[in-house]
T-cell receptor, first 116, second 114 residues
């Protein structure tokens, strides 16, 4: 058990809909990362938050957004969903000391999103 | 495009044998990490090696890093059926404004046959 929790575990929805994925980082970790894993694209970095502020942005679509709250939990919002958004979405956390190269990340169990 | 590329894509060995996986990357790095993923589950961090280190051990794992060749290898000794998983290397890529992002390869799928 990594100490990172994600809800829900599974999500089935229709095209055009909007969903919210939730992540609680390990106790003491300030950084939260979101990744998308699909068979064709592999594991892709989406976005990182550090202590409530956006720190790095990867291949995140404009239809997707995220935030980190004062209690450090994070949410990833996916809107106008398309079939191609079906994937495993992982949240990871780390100490994320500002200004340093990336440290060890602890991954949650993931949310499997299916868009029909 | 992928920063890291693992080789081979798939590997099948008998229990007790050693397994070696390789990773090549394109740009300079601060550190390189190896992760394991059991089917459909979250990734588990195995080891982090910094750019000024050449070799690191953790239990049955041995990682080497050759920055001149931009490559790394992961050796699992005396493999067990429980080692069956996908293994990913990940490197930090500078993404601007003093921040980095972790970029993963496509992974090596290891099968250990009892």
């Amino acid at each position: 058990d990594s100490g990172v929790t994600q809800t829900p575990k599974h999500l089935i929805t229709a095209t055009g809909q909007r969903v919210t994925l939730r992540c609680s980082p390990r106790s003491g970790d300030l950084s939260v990362y979101w990744y998308q894993q699909s068979l064709d694209q592999g594991l892709q970095f989406l976005i990182q938050y550090y202590n409530g502020e956006e720190r790095a942005k990867g291949n995140i679509l404009e239809r997707f957004s995220a935030q980190q709250f004062p209690d450090l939990h994070s949410e990833l919002n996916l809107s106008s969903l398309e079939l191609g958004d079906s994937a495993l979405y992982f949240c990871a956390s780390s100490l994320g000391l500002a200004g340093l190269a990336l440290d060890e990340q602890f991954f949650g169990p993931g949310t499997r999103l299916t868009v029909l | 495009s992928q920063q890291g590329e693992e080789d081979p894509q798939a590997l099948s060995i008998q229990e007790g044998e050693n397994a070696t996986m390789n990773c090549s990357y394109k740009t300079s790095i601060n550190n390189l990490q190896w992760y394991r993923q059991n089917s459909g589950r979250g990734l588990v961090h195995l080891i982090l090696i910094r750019s000024n280190e050449r070799e690191k051990h953790s239990g049955r794992l041995r990682v080497t890093l050759d920055t001149s060749k931009k490559s790394s290898s992961l050796l699992i000794t005396a493999s067990r059926a429980a080692d069956t998983a996908s293994y990913f290397c990940a490197t930090d890529v500078y993404s601007g404004a003093g921040s980095y992002q972790l970029t993963f390869g496509k992974g090596t799928k290891l099968s250990v046959i009892p």
